[in-house]
């Protein structure tokens, strides 16, 4: 399905919505900024409109391919929301405004913390903290799956991803089989176009 290009027209007040949304999200990515996927995607696509839908999956799918940290998928996200407001120096903008504020507020906090947690490794509440956060993370990994595996296909219409979706999950889970072969077989079945 081809979805029709946009062409959005960016004042400051949309840098800083954009900037600050990023902020705002930095600081709620526990485990990653990939587990605020979902909220990106409500408010750069759903809300804003700054992106369609094939472009922001495309985005997730292609920074995530590629060699490097996994926060990439953000400015690729930021670069293509200044694309559609104007061009290459708009993509630039929207690049380091997203990374930025996705970057800044969580490395702060996460150095800070980290100081004052290994200062008081030995306090029950530092564990306790520890332990607590694990299924958090776990549940936003979910909720980013289940955004990226298209939430909103119909299952039987869509069996293939799904099922590939299952198998994989199950082959991760019960043996040892490297990321790369999976990420690999996934690409050529899609290549092929059977997901």
């Known amino acids: 399905m081809n979805e029709a290009p946009i062409h959005l027209v ?7 919505d954009l900037f600050f949304h ?19 995607h409500r408010f750069l696509v759903e809300q804003r409109h ?3 839908d094939t472009q922001f999956s495309a ?22 929301v200044g694309l559609n407001a104007g061009g290459t120096l708009a993509g630039l903008a929207g690049m380091t405004l997203a990374l ?13 913390a980290a100081q004052w947690g290994h200062r008081n490794r030995h306090l ?7 332990q607590g956060m694990a299924p958090i993370v776990v549940a936003l990994l979910i909720a980013t799956g289940w955004i990226l595996g298209g939430a909103g296909l119909d299952v039987t219409a869509n069996w293939p991803r799904w099922m590939l979706s299952i198998a994989t999950a199950l082959i991760v889970w019960k043996t040892r089989t490297h990321l790369l ?6 690409a050529l079945l899609g290549w092929f176009g059977l997901v």
């Open 59 to 80: 985005s997730i799918a292609i920074a995530q391919a590629a060699p490097g940290p996994n926060v990439l998928f953000v400015a690729l996200l930021g670069w293509n």
């Open 50 to 52: 700054w992106l369609t």
């Open 22 to 40: 990023y902020v705002s999200l930095s600081l709620l990515s526990i485990g990653g900024a990939i587990t605020t996927t979902p909220d990106m």
């Open 181 to 186: 072969w999976l990420l690999g077989a996934g």
């Open 124 to 130: 029950l509440g530092v564990r306790a903290f520890k």
């Open 100 to 112: 930025a504020g996705i970057l800044v507020p969580s490395t702060t906090l996460t150095y800070l």
């Open 10 to 16: 960016f004042g400051l007040r949309e840098w800083f």
